[in-house]
């Protein structure tokens, strides 16, 4: 069993930037990580993911140029650095940790579940 504690959201104006942190309990070097979102009624969406071991990176279109995702090995921690923060990147973003990632950043586990954090609230002002 893997727990994931996200921190870092915030409120923030339009332009603005914020880092989320998410810290695992056990971490598996050569896993996905990544982070979703998930605004009001809508459904949750990849944000960005890598493979822990090599770093290799991807993300979702509508944050390309913008966010930057990260992770210190030692520490078992997962960054999102998100820069230029636009009133539509409002959402609950929620850490999870995986098997495999799709160019698109989703990272996800074939046949099963992800892990998943409690979420934390992203809300970005006009």
């Known amino acids: 069993q893997v727990q994931l504690v996200e921190s870092g959201g915030g409120s923030v104006q339009a332009g603005g930037s914020l880092r989320l942190s998410c810290t695992a309990s056990a971490y598996t070097n050569g896993s996905c990580m990544g982070w979703f979102r998930q605004a009001p009624e809508s459904a949750r969406a990849a944000v960005a993911g890598?493979?822990?071991?090599?770093?290799?990176?991807y993300y979702a279109d509508s944050v390309k140029g913008r966010f930057t995702i990260s992770r210190d090995n030692a520490k078992k921690t997962l960054y999102l650095q998100m820069n230029s923060l636009k009133v539509e990147d409002t959402a609950l973003y929620y850490c999870?940790?995986?098997?495999?990632?799709?160019?698109?950043?989703?990272?996800?586990?074939?046949?099963?579940?992800?892990?998943w954090g409690q979420g934390t609230q992203v809300t970005v002002s006009s």
């Open positions: 999870a940790s995986g098997a495999l990632l799709t160019t698109f950043g989703r990272c996800y586990t074939p046949g099963g579940e992800n892990y």
């Open positions: 890598l493979y822990t071991g090599v770093g290799v990176a």
